[in-house]
């Protein structure tokens, strides 16, 4: 079946610091993969996505590639601020048309300090 | 953005009853709905999908009977957990894709923390 295996967290950085998330995934075929944000609080959130090889989704200075040799989608950023602490989720949608159905990794809670 | 809601919040309830709990969408009509299940440093587990008017349709391993899904309107889906045990115990989230936007679209309630003595 499906997954999505995340780095596991917690994730500690200073403001400015690089940040990379990993993420790989199994599916067969060619499934759109997604990158989710829950801040404190709050219902998770669309950050970017890709729905096929080579494309490389972004948001917010936040990148992801869909690199199918390796199964991965890591998601990066240059230089992290305090307001990017969250969880962030990994995710991918096997399907096409209207099916929404998302498998999920676990999840890596990334914390900033000033 | 679209927003959906979850209420309660969070929910205490003792073992054997039944709590129910519900999933709005405050600005846009859903004609489906998803119920996921989250453990402690466990990824979202997709339950049931929720259909306006018709059935719900339950992941493998999930009781129907156990939990109970009704999608009573354009706006609301609610899941009732029925005669809670203690290993109900866990983060219920639901969301919305809105009917008339790409099916990538995705729009998540801030869950519900369920906790059974």
């Known amino acids: 079946g499906n997954s999505v295996t995340q780095m596991e967290g917690p994730v500690t950085l200073s403001e400015e610091a690089f940040l990379t998330i990993n993420c790989t995934y199994t599916?067969?075929?060619?499934?759109?993969l997604f990158w989710y944000v829950q801040y404190p609080g709050e219902g998770l959130q669309l950050l970017l996505k890709a729905t096929k090889a080579d494309d490389k989704g972004s948001n917010k200075g936040f990148e992801a590639t869909y690199r199918k040799e390796t199964t991965s989608f890591h998601l990066e950023k240059g230089s992290v601020q305090v307001s990017d602490s969250a969880v962030y989720f990994c995710?991918?949608?096997?399907?096409?048309?209207?099916?929404?159905?998302?498998?999920f990794g676990k999840g890596t809670l990334l914390t900033v300090n000033p | 953005g679209a927003v959906v809601s979850q209420h309660p919040s969070r929910v205490i309830c003792k073992s054997g009853t039944s709590v129910k709990i519900e999933c709005r969408s405050l600005?846009?009509?859903?004609?489906?709905m998803f119920w996921y299940r989250q453990f402690p440093k466990k990824s979202l587990m997709l339950m049931a999908t929720?259909?306006?008017?018709?059935?719900?349709?339950?992941e493998q391993g999930v009781e129907k009977d156990k939990f109970l899904i009704n999608h009573a309107s354009l706006t609301l889906s609610t899941l009732t957990v029925t005669s809670a045990h203690p290993e109900d115990s866990s983060f219920y989230i639901c969301?919305?894709?809105?009917?008339?936007?790409?099916?990538?679209?995705?729009?998540f309630g801030p869950g519900t923390r369920l906790t059974v003595l």
């Open positions: 929720s259909n306006e008017g018709s059935k719900a349709t339950y």
């Open positions: 969301s919305a894709p809105p009917g008339t936007a790409s099916t990538d679209t995705q729009y």
């Open positions: 600005d846009f009509q859903a004609t489906t």
């Open positions: 995710a991918l949608r096997k399907g096409g048309g209207s099916n929404y159905k998302l498998t």
């Open positions: 599916a067969t075929g060619y499934p759109s």
